[in-house]
Nanobody, 126 residues
Framework: QLQLVESGGGLVQPGGSLRLSCAASGFTLDYYLIGWFRQAPGKEREGVSCISRSGGSTNYANSVKGRFTISRGNAKNTVYLQMNSLKPEDTAIYYC???????????????????WGQGTQVTVSS
């Protein structure tokens, strides 16, 4: 069974940092594009960042550019989202998602992804 599990969420003060992890079981992430999405209360889910299979291509929402960094871990089957300079408006449930795609760049459209994790809560508040 293909499964994605997010971790690393929590409560942080404005200006702080968190690193989210997306771990896969039942399949290897080597053949998949990975995306991070978030959904705040009362808002639609939005794309945050994504990374190509090779890791050579990434994409970020304008709202997080320069603050968030997506990467593939040296350990297999893990993708990270490093979040710095967090703002209250970053508060949301963060989800990772995967789609099998050997070539090409990734997109921040949730319709493009087939597998989803259960989400991890990130709260930015003083």
């Amino acid at each position: 069974q293909l499964q994605l599990v997010e971790s690393g969420g929590g409560l942080v003060q404005p200006g702080g940092s968190l690193r989210l992890s997306c771990a896969a079981s039942g399949f290897t992430l080597d053949y998949y594009l990975i995306g991070w999405f978030r959904q705040a209360p009362g808002k639609e889910r939005e794309g945050v960042s994504c990374i190509s299979r090779s890791g050579g291509s990434t994409n970020y929402a304008n709202s997080v550019k320069g603050r968030f960094t997506i990467s593939r871990g040296n350990a297999k089957n893990t993708v990270y989202l490093q979040m710095n300079s967090l703002k209250p408006e970053d508060t949301a449930i963060y989800y990772c998602a995967a789609v099998r795609k050997l070539f090409g760049t990734c997109v921040l459209s949730d319709e493009s992804y087939d597998y989803w994790g259960q989400g991890t809560q990130v709260t930015v508040s003083s």
